[in-house]
Nanobody, 115 residues
């Protein structure tokens, strides 16, 4: 089973910034559509942003203009730059890769926005 390795997350004040990273194998990075999801104890898992292998990206309305998803193909790392963070952004963030019926998840990383 191939893995996705996430890094980043932590505690940040409202209005601050954080960056998450997700490292994948070469095979996944070349073929799979990749995403960031988030989940809280009160809400079901929701899609935050997605990016195709060619770099085309899409975002949830709640994060448009504040979050940026991008990928560095040579190092096989996908990033989520999160700016102007709000308390509502507090959640466990998951890296995800999808191709046909294959659906791979990272272990999740906690992001807490609080003063």
């Amino acid at each position: 089973q191939e893995q996705l390795t996430e890094r980043g997350g932590g505690l940040v004040q409202p209005g601050g910034s954080l960056i998450l990273s997700c490292t994948a194998s070469t095979r996944i990075f070349r073929q799979y559509e990749m995403h960031w999801y988030r989940q809280t104890s009160e809400k079901s898992r929701e899609l935050v942003a997605g990016i195709l292998s060619g770099g085309v990206a899409d975002y949830a309305d709640s994060v448009k203009g504040r979050f940026t998803i991008y990928r560095d193909n040579p190092t096989r790392v996908m990033y989520l730059q999160m700016d102007k963070l709000k308390s509502d952004d507090t959640a466990v963030y998951y890296c995800n890769a999808q191709f046909d019926a294959d659906d791979i998840w990272g272990q999740g990383t906690q992001v807490t926005v609080s003063s």
